[in-house]
C-alpha cells in the first residue's frame, strides 16, 4: 500500500478511535446512584457479623476437639461480651437516630 | 503503526490525567454534579485501558512486521527471531517493558472501575489514587522511554532479542512477574483511598483481599518460572543465585505474604491496623523499588537488562509515594486505632505477628543485601557485593522459624491457648516429626552421609523435621473438620473433608498453600547433599559421580538463521545399567555477536537431578568439557509450586452456601441457629 495512504488511514483510525472514547466518556449517565456515606452503626453491623462468624468458628474447632472445655468458655465468653458491647453501641446510636 | 501507537500513549495520558483531576474535584464537591463529574472521570480511567491497548497492539505488530524503522523494534528483535518471541518482544527491554507496566496497571484500573458498585465512593477514590500511578507510568512511556520512537536510516535487520531471554519460559515468566508488581498497586490504591476517607471498618480489605491474593499468586509463580529458568539456561547447576533483580521481586513477594497473614488479625480482632496499612504500602513500595533495579541497572545483575537514567524518576516516585503515604498517616493515624489488645503470646495473634516480624526482617535483610553495593559506594567509593553465604547465613534461621510458626499457628486459638490445647493438639504432629526426623537421619547415615559434621546438611535435616510437623498439623486440621462434617451430615470422611473445605475456602486453600510450601522447602533443604564433578569427556570416556557412570558418545556441530550450537551426546548408566542419553548443548546467537547460551541436558526424578552442562571445548584436544551435577529432591520445589497455585486457586473460590440439616435429635432451640454451626449465646 501506498505509505502515503497508509498514513492517511491510520489518521483517521487516530481519529475515529478518539472521538468514540470521548462519546463514551461524556456520554450522559442514567445511573443517578451516588453510593451511600458509611456511617459508624454499617460499620458496626459489619463487626457484629465478624463476632458471629468468630463465634461460629469457634464453636466449630471446639466441635472437632482442638480446645479444652475451659478454653473453650473463657474465649466464648470474651466473644460474647465483645457481641454485646457492638449490639449496645448499635441500639445507643440507632436510638439518638430516632 | 508507530503513529498509531504514539497517539494512544498520549490520549491515554490525557485520559488517565482526567480521571486523577476530576476524581479529586469530585470528591471534593461532593454533590449531584461531583457525582456526575466522578462518574466521568470512572470512564475516562476505563477507557484509557482501550488506549494503552492499542498502543501496546501497535508495538506487537511492529514486532511481528519486522519494522525497523521503529527503534525499539531494531534493538530487540531479528527476522529470524521465532513468532512468540517476536510477542515477547514488548516486554524484552526497557519501553516496552514500561509501556507493559502501563498497559497491565490500566487492565487492573479498567477491572476496579468496572465493579465500582462494590463501593461507589470508596472505588472512586481508589480509581483517583490507581490514576496517579498511571500518570507516572503514562508520562514514562510518553517522554523517557517511547517504544514508538523512529530510526533515521531503515535498517535491513535488528539487533536480536537478547539470547538468555529466547527459552520458552522467559514469553510467560516476565508476564507473571509485573503481573504480580502492579497487582499490588490495587490494594494499595484502596488502602490509601480508605485513609484518606477515614473510611470506617474493614470493607477495603474484603474487597482486596482476593486482589492480593491474585498479585500474590502471580508473584510467587513469577518468581518460580524465573528460578526454573536460571535452573535450565543460566547452567551453574542453581535455581536460586541472589542475583539482586532476583531478590528485588522475593521483596513484594515477602511484604505481601506478611500482609495475606496479618490482615487476618484485622479482619477477626480488628487489630493491627497501622501495621497492616503500611505493610501494603510498603508492598507497593518495592514493588517499584523492582521495577527501578531492573530497569536502572544500578546493580549489576544477569537479569539487568537495562542501563540508563531512568532511575532518577523511579527514584522521585518513590519519594513521592513515601512522603503521600506518610502526610495522609500523619493526619488520620487516629483513625487507625487498635479495637482489641494482644491478650497472650500463646495465642494465634502472636503467632501472625511473629511471623509477620520474621518475613519483614527476611525483607529487610535482602533489601540490605540488595542495596549493599550501593550503599558501600557512597561510603567507601568501593563497589562491596553481599554474596550467597550472608544471605544463606541469615536466612535460613528465618525460614526454618517461619516453617516452625506454619506448624504451630493453626493449632494455637485466637486470644489465649492453655498447656491442656497445646498437649491435646501437638501429641500427634511433634510425633510425626521425631520418628520422620530419626527415619530421614538413620537413612541417610547407612548411605554414609554424616550430616551432624556439615551445618548446611544439618539445617536441612531440621527443615525435614519442621515439614513434617506442618504436614502433620495441616493434615489433622482436615481430619479433624472432616470428621465434625461426616458426623454431621452422616457420610464418609471424604466427603466430609469436602464439605468443610467447600464451607471455608480461604483456610482450608490456605493449608493446601502451607503444604505447597514446605514441599518446596524440602526441595531447597535437598541442596545440602549436591555433588558435582567437571571433567574434558572424549568418545568414549567415562566419569563416574556418585551412582552414574557417563561415556561421551558423540559431538556434533549444528548451524541455523538464529543461532549455531555444539553439543555433546553422552550415554547414562546408573549402578551399572543403561539410564538414558543425555544431549547438553550450547548455542551461539548470531544477531547478538555469538553470544554463548546452555542448554541444559538434565535427568529428573523425584529423588534427584542428573544436571549435565556443555561448558564448551577444550582448545588443545578439542574435546568437549563437560560439568555434572546430582541435585537432589528438585522437583519437589516445582511440585509444591503447583501445589502453592492450587491452594491459592481454591482460597480464591467462594464458599459453598451453609447447607441445611434437619435435627435428628431433640436439641433445644436456643442452641441452635439457622445456619447449623453458631453456638449458643450467638445472637445475644
Known sequence: MNPAIFDYIIK??????????????????????????????????????????????????FKSGKFTQADYDGMRLGLEAEAARILAEIEMLESAKA | MPLLGSFCLLFALALAGYCFVVGVVAAVRKDAIGYRLAETARRAGMA???????????????????????????????????????????????????????LLLSAYGFVL????????????MASMVLAAIQIFFLILVNFVANPFGIMDRLASDGNGLNPLLQYPEMVIHPPMLYLGYVGVSVPFAFALAALIMRYPGEKWIHITRRWTMVAWLFLTFGISLGAHWAYAVLGWGGYWGWDPVENASLLPWLSTTAFLHSVMMQEKRGMMKVWNVWLIFITFMLSVLGTLLTRSGIVSSVHSFAQSSIGNWFSGFLAIIFVVCMVFYVRNRDHLRSENKLESLVSRESSFMFNNLLLLGACFAVLCGTLFPILSELVRDVKMNL?????????????????????VGPLLAWRNTSVGSIKRNFAIPATAALVIEIVVGFVLYKNGVHFWADMGQMYAMMAFCLSTLVIATVTSEFIRGGIVWKNKLQTNL??????????NMRRYGGYVVHFGVVLVVIGLAGAAFNQDKE???????????????????????????????????????????????????????????????????????LREDLYVVYEGRNPDTDHPIIKIIINPLVNWIWIGVLVIVLGTGMALVPNAAPVSVPLRSAV?????????????????
Open chain 2, 668 to 684: 433445644a432451640v436456643s442452641q441452635i441457629d439457622e445456619r447449623g454451626m453458631q453456638p449458643a449465646g450467638a445472637g445475644k
Open chain 2, 494 to 503: 471424604l466427603a466430609g473433608i469436602y464439605q468443610l473445605s467447600r464451607r
Open chain 1, 12 to 61: 483517521m483510525v487516530c481519529c475515529v478511535f478518539a472521538a468514540g472514547i470521548l462519546i463514551y466518556v461524556f456520554y450522559p449517565s442514567r445511573d443517578t446512584d451516588t453510593g451511600v456515606v458509611k456511617t459508624r452503626t454499617a460499620y458496626l453491623y459489619e463487626r457484629k457479623e465478624v463476632v458471629y462468624e468468630n463465634l461460629r468458628d469457634l464453636s466449630f474447632e
Open chain 2, 48 to 102: 484509557s485501558f482501550f488506549a494503552v491497548l492499542v498502543a501496546a497492539g501497535a508495538l506487537v505488530y511492529a514486532a511481528l512486521t519486522d519494522d525497523f524503522s521503529v527503534a525499539y523494534i531494531l534493538h530487540h528483535s531479528n527476522r529470524a527471531l521465532p513468532g512468540p518471541y517476536k510477542f515477547a518482544v514488548l516486554w524484552s527491554g526497557q519501553e516496552g517493558s514500561i509501556l507493559f507496566w502501563a
Open chain 2, 113 to 124: 472501575r468496572l465493579r465500582h458498585k462494590v463501593d461507589q465512593r470508596l472505588v472512586a
Open chain 2, 387 to 407: 554474596g550467597a553465604p550472608f544471605y544463606n547465613k541469615v536466612m535460613v534461621p528465618i525460614g526454618l522459624s517461619l516453617i516452625f510458626l506454619t506448624g
Open chain 2, 535 to 605: 571433567q574434558e569427556i572424549g568418545k568414549g570416556d567415562k566419569v563416574q559421580i556418585g551412582s552414574y557412570t557417563l561415556i561421551g558418545e558423540e559431538y556434533t556441530d549444528d548451524d541455523n538463521a538464529n543461532y549455531s550450537s555444539q553439543a555433546a551426546l553422552l550415554e547414562v548408566y546408573k549402578d551399572g545399567k543403561f539410564l538414558t542419553r543425555l544431549n547438553p548443548e550450547e548455542r551461539f546467537f548470531k544477531a547478538s555477536g555469538g553470544q554463548p547460551v546452555h542448554i541444559v541436558a538434565n535427568h529428573s526424578t
